[in-house]
């Protein structure tokens, strides 16, 4: 009888993290501070290191998240990178292109257009991309003729906050 005890509950551990998950992305989908003060608490112990990292950075992006949703305005981030040129930027972030040999660059959201800025540079205007979403840390950009363009960002909030900025960006 002992031994069925212990068997049932060594998921336990498991369950608490892929519910912890899943309740994690779906407040990233209307992101809220309550939201936020019910998934601190359940962040996985000291014992399951690599998994509270990743909790915590995805705790991070939910703060970056309620931060521009009490916003009325996107930023709006001062650059001078020769791929903007007048366009307002909203979102810069360092990202990689796995679909493109995990070429390296930057991922910038301006008022008229997406730009990745690698080692050749990718833009799309808005009118064309159809989709966004974000899946762990990349960004999925859908455009017509089953064109698509993912980015990989660093963490979870940049892949986050340029989910939102975009869907917003896209919604003009």
């Given at each position: 009888?002992a031994?069925?005890?212990?068997?049932?509950?060594?998921?336990?551990?498991?369950?608490?993290?892929?519910?912890?998950?899943q309740?994690?992305?779906a407040?990233?989908?209307?992101p809220?501070?309550a939201?936020?003060?019910d998934?601190?608490?359940?962040?996985?112990s000291?014992?399951?290191?690599?998994?509270?990292?990743?909790?915590?950075?995805?705790l991070?992006?939910?703060?970056?998240?309620?931060a521009?949703?009490?916003?009325?305005?996107?930023?709006?981030?001062a650059?001078q990178?020769?791929v903007?040129?007048?366009?307002?930027?909203?979102?810069?972030?360092?990202?990689?292109?796995?679909d493109?040999?995990?070429?390296?660059?930057?991922?910038f959201?301006?008022?008229h257009?997406?730009?990745?800025?690698g080692?050749?540079?990718?833009?799309?205007?808005?009118h064309?991309?159809?989709?966004?979403?974000?899946?762990d840390?990349?960004?999925?950009?859908?455009?017509?003729?089953?064109?698509?363009?993912?980015?990989?960002?660093n963490?979870?909030?940049?892949?986050?906050?340029?989910?939102?900025?975009?869907?917003?960006?896209?919604?003009?």
């Amino acid at each position: 009888m002992a031994w069925g005890f212990f068997r049932k509950n060594s998921g336990a551990p498991e369950r608490q993290v892929t519910l912890w998950w899943q309740d994690a992305n779906a407040s990233l989908l209307r992101p809220t501070v309550a939201a936020l003060e019910d998934l601190r608490p359940r962040i996985a112990s000291l014992d399951q290191l690599d998994e509270r990292e990743r909790q915590e950075e995805m705790l991070h992006a939910l703060e970056r998240l309620c931060a521009m949703t009490e916003a009325s305005a996107l930023p709006i981030i001062a650059t001078q990178h020769r791929v903007i040129g007048s366009d307002e930027c909203h979102f810069m972030a360092p990202v990689s292109a796995p679909d493109h040999g995990d070429a390296s660059g930057k991922l910038f959201l301006t008022s008229h257009r997406i730009v990745f800025a690698g080692g050749a540079s990718i833009a799309w205007p808005w009118h064309r991309v159809r989709r966004v979403t974000r899946h762990d840390r990349d960004v999925v950009f859908e455009g017509g003729d089953s064109l698509t363009l993912r980015l990989r960002g660093n963490s979870y909030g940049d892949a986050a906050v340029a989910t939102m900025v975009a869907e917003r960006l896209c919604r003009r």
